[in-house]
């Protein structure tokens, strides 16, 4: 489902500890870095797509999390011509996201990444919510910015 301006929907995951860390998804067979993040489906809003995504991707549910907040409005990124082969045909120019910070509420043993049969990551980590980009492709680093920018709001104060 792309929009008129040529960007699929999509949610973004910013998952917190109670240290204010962040959760990085290593990407499968790649040094990339990234929060889980999925297309939303026909008929699914985004809460319910971010629940969805937080399942395939990190094996959590509902109950392993507490929302803190969202961005306001999408956010965009565009992806290089070279990365979308599969989907340039109808007009495709990247992503619009609505992103979620998290806190997770359960243990870090119920993070598992093999819920999926097409895992997204090999290995996970907690870092400090504002580290160095470097590791994110470099054309999602703008709106990493932007969303950890916005969200950071609604931290609480870290656990001691």
């Known amino acids: 489902m792309i929009d008129r301006d040529g960007y699929r929907p999509n949610v973004g995951i910013i ?5 204010n860390q962040v959760f990085w998804g290593k990407r499968v067979r790649q040094h990339a870095w990234q929060f889980p993040q999925g297309g939303i489906q026909h008929g699914e809003t985004p809460e319910q797509a971010m ?3 937080l399942r395939e991707e990190v094996g959590l549910v509902p109950e392993h999390v507490r929302i803190l907040g969202r961005t306001r409005d ?7 011509k070279c990365w979308n082969k599969r989907e ?7 992503q619009k996201q609505i992103w979620f910070l998290l806190r997770l509420v359960g243990r870090d043993c119920d ?18 919510y504002w580290l160095d980009l470097d ?9 990493y910015t932007k969303a950890l920018n916005e969200l950071v709001r609604y931290l609480p104060a870290p656990v001691k």
């Open 74 to 80: 999408w956010m965009r990124y565009e992806v290089p």
């Open 15 to 19: 998952i917190t500890n109670d240290r």
């Open 135 to 143: 590791a994110v492709i470099e054309f999602k680093r703008e709106v």
């Open 51 to 53: 629940y969805r995504e």
């Open 88 to 94: 340039s045909h109808g007009g495709y120019r990247g």
């Open 111 to 128: 993070v598992c990444l093999r819920v999926s049969s097409h895992p997204e990551f090999d290995a996970w980590r907690w870092n400090d």
